[in-house]
């Protein structure tokens, strides 16, 4: 007989034994979850192809190219090139890993094919692109094998643009632009950049095209385009380079010197423009009151049209309010025998497009319609009690257009409901307080609006922190139908200085004929100043963070202006101030700003660059080129002085 210890251990190891064997019998029988690896951020990886790459005498019209992993086709038809251009769209799918390619033309003899895929290519499971890709093949004995590139700017703003064609033509003269499509064309990226592949020694003509219709040439004055005054010259140098192999990742094996080719011009930069073309007609006319009727036209223009009334006899029957580019136009009818007319019958003279985009004269009929519409209203006896007794008065609406804080450059704007016939510019009274006391200001002007000719303004030198207060008696307007103003009293506060900073840019380069525009974080405009021998001065600004941008006004109009192919004639040239500027209440800023010290891609900051990829990260690498902006301390490029501490200029 076994002692009890011997059997306990016994027992004890028969227990552990069959623990452990069922442990593993059911690790075997249930499938784990798998804890998965890294994942996956490389693209796919080119494997071969029908033909190969860069392959001669190739006269198929089916391409297939294989990855090393399946693969998906981003939009084909709008990121896919080909070049030449095709007048049918291949047809592009994928099967696995392979990308299958049909061109639908007939191949042109000894030609270089190029198709261009950008960034459409992608793995299928974590969608990373394959950027840059293209194929290349030739027709003939031989491939031609030169590129250029660059980069597509919006001339007004300096957005990248993408999507965009650009293109070359070997035929010099202008006319190939328009009547010809570009022989060798590739599509900016999501960086406004572009690289055209492929192409054959010789001089050429570069072109920016936003094709509307698909014919690669520029027959359609609505499509966005983009030139340059010279020509491009396909250059290649041979660079020597290092090239280092790792034996691990923190051992250098070997590095050889192995010599690359580096393509030139690679640093284009078009500038994308609109010629702002409309064809003008007559786009809506309605008269959706009794006494006034609008004109709607589709484009601007520098003359009003002429109306001739077909069934009333009088010359100055309306008031015209206008917009500033006569396209949208409002009538009130004085006479109330006119206005009382269900129907006005007119003839117009007026510019319109023609068939060859053409502004030329034309007439046309306006049948204006009123019909009122009536309720029908019981009437109370206190209704009937009320019309025995005298109407009420129908006054004319003023609404002040200002709040009770006003800067101190401001005017004060008062709109009228109504046309005004007649004004007291003595009732008007325009008061400041002093101590406790309302005392009259006599030194202002009350004009009215060329334009808008219910909007009436004041200005006057205001005094910083004064309060002041505005009236206007009853009876001091009439309208032209006879209705008076009612009384009309708002106060308000005029700013102090110090609540405002002061601004002044140095422009390096640019000493007349610009203007410089303080933006805010949308990139639109909010004060505005001429260049004055070397820089803009900014007075009275409210604190904030501004952007600038400056537009070479080469016709002094203060506004950009843009281009036109036909003329030649390139929009006029913006920069940008590369980063912001921080202006506090109470402190005067001064600037340098070297205008051409940066290449126009590198100066707009990324802050308000609205057309940029969804992934964009300010990196060190995107700052390298960018000027510090102003701080708060000595700097040989600006400074920044508190105004209790220094004058301004």
């Not at 030449?84 to 061109?103: D, F, H, W, Y």
């Not at 009727?293 to 589709?298: A, H, N, Q, T, V």
């Not at 009123?370 to 206190?382: A, I, N």
């Not at 009732?427 to 005392?439: A, C, G, N, R, Y």
């Amino acid at each position: 007989m076994m002692p009890d210890r011997t059997k306990w251990l016994l027992y004890a190891r028969n227990f552990i034994l069959t623990a452990f064997a069922a442990a593993f019998i059911l690790s075997c029988a249930n499938i784990a979850r798998p804890t998965g690896g890294p994942i996956d951020t490389t693209p796919p990886v080119f494997v071969k192809s029908n033909p190969k790459p860069n392959q001669l005498n190739f006269n198929k019209n089916k391409i297939e190219i294989e990855f090393d992993e399946i693969i998906q086709v981003d939009k084909p038809t709008e990121k896919v090139i080909v070049s030449p251009a095709q007048k049918n769209m291949p047809q592009i799918q994928t099967s696995g890993r392979k990308v299958i390619v049909e061109l639908q033309d007939s191949l042109i003899p000894n030609t270089t094919y190029t198709i261009d895929f950008s960034d459409a290519i992608s793995d299928n499971n974590e969608r990373n692109p394959l950027y840059n890709f293209s194929f290349s093949f030739a027709t003939g004995n031989s491939i031609d094998t030169l590129q250029i590139g660059g980069i597509l700017l919006n001339a007004e703003n300096l957005e990248p643009v993408t999507g965009m064609l650009v293109g070359l033509h070997s035929n010099l003269n202008d006319s190939a632009f328009t009547k010809t499509p570009m022989q060798r064309i590739a599509k900016s990226d999501a960086y406004g950049r572009f690289s055209i592949k492929n192409i054959g020694a010789g001089t050429y003509r570069i072109y920016g095209l936003n094709d509307a219709n698909r014919d690669y040439k520029f027959d359609n004055p609505s499509e966005d385009i983009a030139f340059m005054d010279s020509t491009v010259t396909p250059t290649v140098e041979m660079v020597m380079h290092a090239d280092t192999i790792w034996a691990d990742s923190m051992t250098i094996d070997t590095i050889k010197m192995v010599t690359l080719p580096h393509f030139y011009p690679n640093n284009i930069i078009l500038k994308v423009f609109n010629e702002q073309f409309k064809s003008r007609y007559l786009e809506k006319f309605e008269r959706t009151n009794r006494n006034r009727f609008s004109l709607i036209f589709s484009a601007p223009d520098d003359s009003l049209p002429v109306l001739t009334p077909l069934n009333f006899q009088q010359e100055d029957w309306a008031i015209v309010e206008k917009n500033q580019t006569n396209d949208t136009l409002l009538y009130w009818i004085k006479d109330s025998l006119i206005y009382n007319m269900d129907t006005l019958l007119f003839t117009a003279d007026y510019k319109r497009t023609d068939s060859l985009r053409q502004l030329t004269p034309f007439k046309d009929t306006l049948n204006l319609v009123f019909r009122e519409r009536k309720k029908p209203v019981r009437k109370s006896k206190k209704d009937k009690k009320d019309e025995d007794q005298a109407p009420e008065i129908e006054f004319m609406k003023i609404s002040p257009q200002f709040s009770s804080i006003v800067n101190i450059y401001d005017k004060l704007n008062f709109a009228f409901d109504q046309p005004v016939d007649s004004i007291k510019e003595e009732s008007l009274k325009l008061e400041i307080k002093v101590d406790t006391v309302w005392t009259p200001v006599n030194d202002y002007t009350f004009f009215q609006d060329s334009l808008m000719h219910r909007i009436f303004s004041l200005k006057t030198k205001w005094k910083p922190g004064g309060e002041y207060r505005v009236s206007l008696d009853s009876l001091a307007s009439v309208s032209i139908y006879g209705n008076p103003s009612n009384r009309l009293s708002q106060s308000f506060k005029v700013k102090t200085v110090e609540e405002y900073s002061n601004f002044y840019i140095e422009t390096l380069g640019i000493k007349d004929s610009a203007f410089v525009e303080l933006l805010n974080s949308s990139d639109q405009p909010v004060r505005k100043s001429p260049v004055k021998d070397g820089g803009a001065e900014f007075i009275y600004v409210d604190p904030g963070t501004y952007y600038i941008r400056l537009v070479k006004d080469r016709n002094g109009n203060g506004k950009f202006d843009t281009g036109n192919f036909a003329e030649k004639r390139q929009p006029e040239e913006v920069f940008y101030y590369p980063t912001s500027i921080d202006l506090k209440a109470n402190w005067d800023v001064e600037q340098t700003w070297d205008v051409y010290a940066l290449p126009l891609d590198k100066q707009k900051p990324l802050d308000i660059t609205k057309n940029k990829p969804k992934d964009e990260k300010k990196d060190d690498s995107q700052n390298d080129n960018k000027e510090e902006g102003p701080v708060y301390s000595n700097r040989p490029s600006g400074a920044i002085t508190p105004r209790s501490q220094g004058s301004y200029r």
